[in-house]
DNA sequence: ATCCTATCCTGGCTGC
DNA sequence: TGCAGCCAGGATAGGA
């Protein structure tokens, strides 16, 4: 499941094969894929456009492109949960799941492969109307302590669903939160409105973390594989599909529940429903 | 304003 | 071993 460090490290790979590139012909093979028009309109728009720059917002690639040297609108794809990008050799084997390939002027074609066909792709002039809704990105400097809080505030929502909002932060998914949850010692159930100083700094700081934590690290065994579980790197989970597993903390059972019609994944002692007794907890333990 | 459910999809897993 | 049925997941639409 790709989240915001795996998407902006297939920006980082890409943007060597992509930048200076234009676009040629290509060929829809799942018409749904294609969210911003007729398949059609979609490859015109990219053909014969040049690939200037290769960047993420949320969890959205996004290709910013030029023709004759003026701005020329952008390819922006979403993974979601299963969908990867390729630029390779037409001979390229894709597989049965490819779903959109788009002919490069080296020779080489972009292939987007998506088992699971929730994937999206986009051309448009302007990125405005579909970013609209997103919050800030965890990396900018406006995602401070402080604002973070007031945010918090004045949301009157369970912890887990409001993180998972993009149009609250940016780029978080179902792993990432869990992780940031756990960090921060907060119940995912926890009302954001409730949250004191101290509590919205341990999870500013826990969603730092997660948002940096895989940059840079070996990300091609994730890619690669199909199922998008993140082979290699389930090490690091703390709770995330530990269920029944002893708390890396205490040694007590990870939990699984379903909050907001998702999998989650925490520390039943670590992280308690009462922010009163989570509180005396880090008292007696800092004692 | 927030929550809940259904929807989109398919591979992989469970249970018989 | 075969097969039906369920489940996961990000995002969104529509209803409560």
Redesign the pocket.
């Known amino acids: ?3 915001l460090p795996e998407v902006e490290t297939v920006a980082r790979l890409l943007r060597p094969k992509l930048v200076g590139r234009a676009f040629r012909g290509g060929e829809v093979r ?1 018409a ?1 894929t294609v969210e911003s028009g007729e398949p059609e309109a979609f490859l015109a728009g990219l053909r014969g456009a040049r690939c200037v720059r290769v960047w993420r917002r ?3 690639v996004v290709v910013d492109l030029e023709r004759r040297g003026r701005p020329a609108g952008h390819l922006v794809c ?1 993974l ?3 969908g990867r990008l390729h630029v390779e050799k037409p001979s390229f084997d894709a597989g ?2 490819l779903r959109v390939r788009i002919a490069l002027d080296d020779g080489r074609e972009l292939f987007f492969i998506d ?4 994937g999206r792709m986009w051309f448009v002039r302007e990125l405005d109307a579909l970013f609209a ?1 997103l919050g800030p990105e965890p990396l900018d400097d406006a995602f401070d302590v402080d604002s973070f809080h007031t945010a918090l505030r ?5 912890l887990k ?2 993180l ?4 609250f932060v940016a ?5 990432y939160v869990d992780e940031s949850l756990f960090r921060a010692r907060l119940h995912p159930l926890a ?1 954001a ?1 409730r949250l004191d100083r101290a509590a919205a700094e341990r999870l500013h700081s826990a969603i730092l973390s997660a948002a940096i934590a895989r940059e840079g690290s070996s990300f091609d065994t994730f890619y690669r594989t ?3 579980k993140p082979g290699g790197f389930q090490d690091e989970f703390q709770v ?2 530990r269920a029944g597993l002893p708390c890396t903390n205490c040694g007590a059972p990870i939990v ?1 529940t ?6 989650t994944h925490y520390c039943r002692a670590c992280q308690p429903r009462s922010l009163k007794r989570a509180a005396r907890a880090r008292a007696s333990r800092s004692k």
């Open positions: 499941m790709p989240e799942w749904r949320a969890k959205f979403h979601r949960m299963t049965p799941h088992v699971r066909k929730f809704e004045a949301r009157s929502r369970l669903p409001l998972l909002d993009q149009s780029g978080l998914g179902n792993i009302n409105a199909p199922e998008g995330y599909d699984r379903v909050v907001g019609q998702r999998g």
